[in-house]
């Protein structure tokens, strides 16, 4: 197959740091072209993923982060790009609108966010014309009336992920600096479990550094320890050294990849039950989940957990090549005539569970 993917115009392919749905998109990309597929790349002109670019696409727009008229004119961009393809995904929002695709070409989209009133008005429009792809069962479960065709769940590449020893000795969080993501609960969850905490997290946006600023940075003393924002590396071995890693969401994410990628290194979650994180955490086996105010208590049995255990999980269930396997199926079927725009596929998640 000659597959065109469409990535967003404001963070390079792959992320330098953070980027849940470059990676993502980076990691398919990678995939498909092991597999032997030819892979056209719609993304800013710094990417670095080591696949074919659409020519003529402009550098990242940080700076117009979130906004539609950056991601309009990175679409028309993107699809003047993608006239000879078999298949096309497209995992910006406003994409899979744009009147002027190449005709005949199967297109499948990505919902990477939260499927509140707006965005379902959205995709049941796009559902029209485009097989839709939720990310977890949870988040499809929030707009039952949009027609899903396939639910599959993140994966990503172990084999740049080190199994840590959790010697450390502390509990670490990794996230975005926003009430959303829990660091105020992470911060109380680990005073009460009477743990050092170390905190790594994105913070470039006005409202991310407000949030610090006003919110988090009072609340910060010797117990805990500010990393700020790291790559993947330093990610992986602040993980990977943790007798835990604190996800206190106090919101439904669709995906949490930093579980996962949490779980890679060996290390268990303790998190809130909520979202995708009973899709992502086996209670008593990868992880804790509960309610906010009994995550400190279930922080010693966390570190009892068996790490490989942990590294297990994501090695039987979140993989790269199972997400790139799940994919080239879907690709497939749409291509074939098995799967169509707008008919649900049963809401069965693609990966063994």
């Known amino acids: 197959m000659r597959i065109g993917l469409v990535s967003g115009p404001w963070i390079p392919v792959p992320p330098a740091t953070y980027g849940g749905t470059e990676r993502v998109v980076d990691t398919l990309a990678r995939g498909f072209a092991a597999a032997g597929h030819e892979v056209l790349l719609a993304a800013p002109t710094e990417s670095e993923c080591p696949v074919q670019l659409v020519p003529n696409m402009r550098p990242a ?3 117009g982060l979130g906004t539609t008229i950056s991601e309009l004119s990175h679409v028309t961009r993107a699809y003047d790009g993608l006239q000879d393809v078999d298949v096309i995904h497209d995992h910006t929002l406003t994409g899979p609108l744009y009147m002027h695709r190449p005709p005949g070409v199967p297109l499948a989209t990505t919902i990477h966010g939260p499927i509140n009133a707006q965005a379902a008005d959205i995709y049941r429009a796009v559902a029209r014309n485009a097989a839709v792809v939720a990310i977890s069962r949870d988040q499809a479960s929030h707009a039952p009336d949009v027609p ?3 639910v599959i769940h993140h994966g990503m590449d172990l084999s740049r992920v080190p199994v840590g020893t959790g010697s450390g000795g502390y509990l670490c969080f990794v996230g975005r600096s926003c009430p959303d993501k829990g660091l105020v609960e992470a911060i ?21 550094i407000r949030y610090f600023r006003e919110v988090i940075e009072p609340r910060l003393g010797p117990n805990e ?14 993980m990977g050294e943790a007798v835990a890693f604190l996800n206190p969401i106090q919101w439904s994410e669709p995906f949490g990849l930093v579980m996962i990628e949490a779980l890679a290194t060996g290390t268990p979650v303790v998190g809130t039950r909520i979202g995708s994180a009973p899709e992502i955490v086996k209670h008593g086996r990868t992880g804790f989940l509960g309610e906010t105010g009994e995550l400190a208590a279930l ?3 966390a570190a009892e957990l068996d790490r490989a255990a942990c590294r297990k999980a994501v090695e039987e269930r979140f993989t790269a090549d199972r997400m790139v396997a799940d ?3 879907l690709y497939g079927d749409l291509i074939e005539g098995k799967a ?3 008919v ?7 990966q063994n569970l």
């Open 340 to 342: 169509f725009p707008g």
């Open 344 to 350: 649900p596929d049963g809401g069965r998640v693609h």
């Open 225 to 238: 320890d500010f990393v700020g924002e790291v790559d993947d590396a330093a990610k992986y071995q602040l």
């Open 61 to 63: 727009d940080y700076d």
């Open 299 to 301: 922080v010693p049995a």
């Open 148 to 150: 899903v065709t396939r």
């Open 327 to 329: 994919h080239l199926r």
């Open 188 to 208: 109380t969850i680990a005073r009460e479990a009477g743990m050092h905490l170390k905190i790594a997290v994105k913070m470039r946006e006005p409202e991310e």
